[in-house]
């Protein structure tokens, strides 16, 4: 499988112990660096800078990350829907950029095995922490942007909008799910996982359940969370859909025969 098959899949490419990560991200993004100390800082979580350099590590290219995403990613999605309303690329947008959805991206390129931490982070296990996973995406991707400017990022933000169920923005079942429920039930869907096979490949790997209220309205299972999460939002959405009569109580004989 080619980086590109890779990123499509969701696939993070495979890390050798002593691999270089200049490399194995210049595969992943499809970009040869040129600054590798800028991308090595954009590793560097404020942790391991402080105990080792004493700065603040890549703070400022996550800063300029969050920047450059919220645009690349606003004017994809202007294109890509021309029929859109502002408040529907609004929050479509939010839900491509929230900490989870990141934090997922960060996965797809194995940061979790590139990042640097410090010690007190490394025994919590700070590599699989989502906050921590989206910031050293946020900063791979300013470091993107300084060594290459926009053109490198807009193409790998393009391979989000692809016919793959996993990037696919056609249809964003989770973002649909919220806004009827905002409207309909003043409530907001949260998604529980309950289920984890443990099973690296396995395309049901993750059970996820969504409930709004505490109530369950659907489940789900994926190859990741975000798969699984996407396959609960559209089973609440068929139910959401099913006709009202088939909740109500069918008259009985006895209540035929008070008629």
Do not use: C
Request: glycine share 10%; hydrophobic share 40%.
């Amino acid at each position: 499988m080619n980086p590109g098959e890779e990123r499509a899949a969701g696939v993070a490419p495979e890390v050798a112990p002593e691999a270089d990560p200049v490399e194995i991200l210049s595969r992943a993004l499809g970009y040869e660096f040129r600054d590798r100390e800028q991308l090595l800082t954009a590793l560097s979580h404020a942790s391991y800078a402080h105990e080792t350099r004493g700065d603040r590590g890549n703070e400022r290219l996550e800063f300029l990350g969050d920047a450059v995403l919220d645009l690349v990613v606003g004017e994809a999605l202007y294109l890509a829907h021309p029929g859109w309303s502002e408040g529907q690329l609004t929050r479509a947008r939010a839900s491509l950029v929230r900490g989870d959805a990141l934090a997922e991206r960060a996965r797809e390129l194995a940061l979790p095995t590139l990042v640097r931490l410090g010690r007190t982070e490394l025994r919590s296990g700070g590599a699989e922490k989502d906050s921590i996973l989206a910031n050293v995406f946020e900063a791979v991707i300013g470091a993107l942007y300084l060594d290459g400017g926009l053109a490198p990022v807009q193409a790998y933000v393009a391979g989000w909008f692809t016919g793959d169920p996993e990037h696919s923005l056609i249809a964003d079942a989770k973002t649909s799910f919220q806004e009827w429920t905002h409207a309909t039930l003043r409530a907001t869907p949260s998604y529980h996982m309950v289920d984890d096979s443990g099973i690296e490949d396995d395309a049901n790997r993750f059970t996820v359940e969504v409930r709004v209220a505490g109530e369950s309205w659907g489940a789900g299972t994926g190859r990741s969370k975000r798969l699984a999460e996407r396959a609960a939002a559209e089973a609440a959405l068929l139910r959401r859909e099913e006709p009202a009569s088939s909740s109500e109580t069918k008259p009985t004989e006895d209540d035929k025969g008070d008629r």
